[in-house]
């Protein structure tokens, strides 16, 4: 299976005292020749290696992904 090739960025997971977002970039995440993906971690005790919850999002669905999170934005 593919590795993390780029940590984009880590954010404070809020409401916790060491959890933490991981956004990141994995190349062949389901086997060889497979297309790269971001990726987006949770974990609750700051492990981002090792996240409680992970997401995979093909390039071709990000911009949806984001309108999507800024319309849930806007309801809560």
């Given amino acids: 299976m ?9 954010i404070d997971l809020e409401g916790t005292t060491n ?16 297309q790269s993906v971001a990726s987006i971690g949770v974990a609750l005790q700051g492990s981002a290696n090792e996240p409680d919850w992970k997401v995979h999002i093909p390039k ?11 319309e849930a934005k806007k309801n809560l």
Avoid: K
């Avoid at 593919?2 to 880590?10: L, V």
């Avoid at 959890?19 to 497979?34: F, L, M, N, Q, R």
């Avoid at 071709?60 to 800024?70: F, G, P, R, T």
């Fill in 2 to 10: 593919g590795q993390i090739i780029r940590i984009i960025q880590e």
């Fill in 19 to 34: 959890g933490c977002i991981t956004v990141g970039i994995i190349a062949e995440p389901y086997g060889i020749e497979s």
């Fill in 60 to 70: 071709e669905n990000i911009d949806a992904v984001i309108s999507a999170l800024q």
